[in-house]
């Protein structure tokens, strides 16, 4: 197997996880529904393409999310909710309002 076929392969995995996620608007997350319409939230962290990067770092403050808590893959950035306690609020509240 060549490198270009391992790559190919973890970016469909990764294509396919992210299209199955949940997404919801900024509001279902405690934030300003101004910050986003198109947020994807699994159990431990938030994803969002990155065309919509720019309303959730400016209305929802994710501007302030250190690069440890932030990545950025195939055109998404991804927050793990581990390394940032502003993502794990969102994470927690979106939980504990579909699942009362």
């Known amino acids: 197997m060549n490198m270009e076929t391992i790559l190919d392969d973890m970016q469909y995995e990764f294509a396919q996880k992210i299209h199955d996620l949940p997404y919801v608007s900024a509001d279902k997350l405690g934030l300003d529904p101004r910050a986003g319409y198109k947020i994807g939230v ?46 794990r609020e969102c994470v927690d509240f979106y939980h504990e309002k579909s699942n009362p």
């Not at 431990?44 to 990067?53: A, G, I, P, S």
């Not at 959730?56 to 581990?82: I, W």
């Open 42 to 87: 699994g159990e431990d962290f938030l994803v969002v393409d990155n065309h919509y990067l720019g309303s959730l770092n400016y209305y929802g403050g994710f501007e302030y999310v250190d690069s440890t808590a932030r990545y950025t893959v195939l055109g998404y950035t991804v927050f793990l909710a581990n390394y940032c306690d502003r993502v």
